[in-house]
């Protein structure tokens, strides 16, 4: 009777898993991992020349497994027990901060950095403007104290950082001190990106070398949100890490803000996204080819341009009761002219925010113009 119940059970087991992954087949984004899920193999997957069928019904099934994150989560906690240091491309520090692997120093990279910084010379001195540059190390540097001792070698920021600084004609302003005193607390725990004390740091070194008085930390009002969890986590899989807090500042001056040709808008927030797979899209909704702010108070004076990538978002309404207006371009999304932008808008100071990682690896600065 004990076998017959236990066969029961067992075949039980495999109809309910069966039944789930059915009843999941018409998931097609994963929350958790922020990804889109496997599509079911078309029929040109039957090619001659291309047989991969097998490996695509295989890739779709596992996508749509029935309680896919429960198993991914336990299986990385068990790769994690077992001693692998690196989960997919997240490395777990001594304190649980979750850090993206190092941005490689190799010739490869050094050669792209050097084509990216001359591209952006050569942009700001057509033009007659000087480019300032902002380029944070990364939390894993800035971190690398709490890493293992076999990792920390590997994070070679402060190479790399150098080769800007000593790009000739960019004004290198230096955030590795600001952002790394804390040993990895200006970033966030869950995300790549700096968190608002980051942010702040880097913002008063901008300013300091725009010849510009930064606003007093303590006089800067933020709204949070106490349920933050970060791209890193969503890679890792280490669903139990906690969530955090994440702040966004408020303006001090009467602003719109315009995103592409969209109408303009009186908030910079879209505090929707802090419940969607993507809470740091409560800035700005993400990133575009083109986003004008304008400051309606009087005391703004001169136009900034902004080069940027996501971690311009953090920082930008920061900049902006310094300006009367602020324009950010993204080169992986503007396809405009520089030029005629600088022209038309009667910029003032030009202003490069992007992380390390764009700078080596990211070929879209080149396509600017």
């Not at 059915?22 to 929350?31: E, I």
């Not at 991969?52 to 299986?75: C, F, K, P, Q, V």
């Not at 969890?229 to 702040?247: D, K, Q």
């Not at 030029?339 to 080596?360: A, F, P, R, W």
């Amino acid at each position: 009777m004990r076998k017959h119940f236990l066969t029961i059970v067992f075949f039980l087991i495999l109809a309910a898993g069966f039944i789930g992954t059915l009843c999941n087949l018409g998931t097609d984004f994963s929350f958790a991992e922020r990804r889109v899920l496997a599509e079911f193999p078309k029929a040109d997957s039957l090619s001659l020349n291309r047989w991969t069928w097998d490996d695509d019904i295989e890739n779709y099934l596992s996508d749509h497994l029935i309680l896919r994150n429960a198993l991914t989560g336990i299986s990385a906690y068990m790769r994690l027990a077992a001693g692998t240091e690196r989960l997919d491309d997240v490395y777990v520090t001594g304190k649980g901060q979750l850090v993206e692997s190092p941005v490689e120093d190799t010739a490869k990279n050094r050669s792209s950095l050097q084509r990216n910084l001359a591209h952006l010379d050569k942009l700001a001195a057509d033009e007659g403007l000087r480019m300032y540059m902002l380029v944070p190390p990364t939390a894993g540097y800035a971190a690398r104290d709490d890493l293992p001792a076999c990792l920390r070698p590997l994070y070679r920021d402060d190479a790399l950082l150098n080769e800007i600084r000593n790009y000739a004609d960019l004004v290198a302003v230096d955030l590795s001190d600001a952002l790394c005193e804390g040993k990895g607390d200006r970033f966030y725990r869950t995300d790549n990106h700096w968190n608002a004390d980051g942010a702040y740091a880097a913002y008063a070194r901008c300013l300091e070398s725009l010849g510009k008085t930064p606003v007093p930390a303590e006089n800067i009002v933020y709204e949070c949100y106490e349920d933050f969890h970060g791209s890193t986590l969503s890679r890792s899989a280490l669903w139990l890490t906690p969530h955090e807090t994440i702040r966004y500042p408020l303006p001090s001056c009467d602003y719109t803000v315009q995103i592409e040709d969209e109408p303009p808008r009186s908030d910079l927030y879209f505090r929707e996204a802090l419940t969607s797979h993507d809470p740091y899209a409560v800035f700005f909704n993400g990133n575009y080819g083109t986003v004008r702010l304008t400051n309606l108070s009087p005391d703004g004076e001169g136009v900034l341009l902004v080069v940027k990538d996501s971690f311009a978002n953090a920082l930008v309404p920061l900049l902006l009761p310094h300006y009367k207006t602020v324009v950010m371009i993204d080169p992986r999304f503007f396809r405009g002219s520089v030029h005629e932008l600088i022209v038309s808008e009667g910029v003032d100071d030009l202003l490069c925010i992007c992380s390390l990682k764009t700078l080596v690896t990211d070929d879209k600065l080149r396509l600017l113009k």
